[in-house]
């Protein structure tokens, strides 16, 4: 048996989230069946793993067991995402813990075995929910059984035979008590923020709300980059960038390791920074989305990047070809704010103030 503990901090890259374990053991090999117990499951959580394609494969065609509590976070958007895969998939079977006790129904682990034998356990503080998966600081195990290796279910298999009056499908009742839950914690939210300081806004996240510092004229301020993307040969994937766009926006030298996210992807990429010292002395960073485009026969790619919150080395970026909503009013932006020469492709830093301006449906 291998063992791992693994720290999910959002603050470091790579960031070790659950959700990439979750694509890794979808990935390994073919599973033959999955069980989660979750005390918490929201329709965030869901949909960010049927963003991954070997996750929605496992969910859609093999063998899987999902146990949800009602206490305190579950939604009705979570429950229903639960029942279009049981429609989908005969052998998904969702069903929840209708608790009257006095305790809280807080599991979360998960379980899948592969076609050979192997087995893999994972269990920590991670709820299936969106900030759950990616985005809180979390702590979690994982144990790894090779084929043959005895794995000890028993006491799950105990605890479903002691509640088994509780637990049932997903129904009215179920999706009544998803909403209640809801609407809890959007009086929980209104209630933190009568309280708050005025410089401050309330987070609800997995049922606990908390005060974030609000700074409404240093975000307008905040930096992103607008980059035309030129045809380069048949790898312009490889997206060339000025040295003053390394060092002042990506803060990095040739050699260093990158992390990018494309919006609404859950995957984090991580190129190396290539300098090309013997041909156009640019340097040139990897972007995953333009890797299997084709180049357009009229008009360049636009590629806009953010800083992710307060990850020095890692960007979030929406890459835009062109007939893509923001592709024009980007391209307007970059030309009007480019300061080089006229043959050059347009790569300028612009504050988010100015992208709001030129693009208010900017999705991030």
Known sequence: MQYELRIQDPTNPPRNPLLAEVV?????GDVTWLRMFFGFLTGSG????????????VLLHREVEV???????????????????????????PRVIKNTTGALIHPKMLAAQYEDGRT????????????????????????????????????????????????????NEALKAADRNTKRLQSLGKAAKKKSKPDSRV?????????????LDEDLAEL??????????????????????????????????????????TIVEEPQVVYSSQSNMNYKIELGAARDAKYPSEGRPVVVFRREANYSAQHLYVFLMPGDQ????MTKLAEAAFKGRGNQVCRVIVTRSSILQAWPACPF
């Open 24 to 28: 890794e053991i979808a990935n390994e």
């Open 46 to 57: 869901v949909d960010t793993l049927l963003k991954n394609t070997a996750v929605e494969k």
């Open 67 to 93: 146990l949800v509590g009602l206490d305190a976070v579950t939604d009705r958007l979570g429950l229903e995402r639960l029942l279009e895969l049981a429609r989908k998939n005969p052998k998904f079977k």
């Open 120 to 171: 893999v356990v994972v269990v920590g503080s991670n709820n299936l929910s969106r900030s759950g998966l990616e985005g809180n600081v979390e702590g979690y195990t994982i144990a790894r059984f090779k084929s043959g290796e005895q794995v000890d279910l028993g006491d799950w298999d105990a605890f479903i035979q002691r509640w088994d009056p509780l637990i049932a499908a997903i129904d």
């Open 203 to 215: 987070v609800v996240s997995d049922g606990h709300a908390h005060e974030t510092p609000v700074h």
């Open 224 to 265: 992103y980059l607008v980059a035309q993307i030129p045809k380069a040969g048949n790898r312009w994937s490889q997206v060339h960038y000025s040295a003053d766009v390394i060092h002042k926006y990506f803060q990095v030298q040739a050699g260093d390791q990158v992390f990018l996210r494309e919006f609404n992807s």
């Open 326 to 329: 923001g592709h024009t009013e």
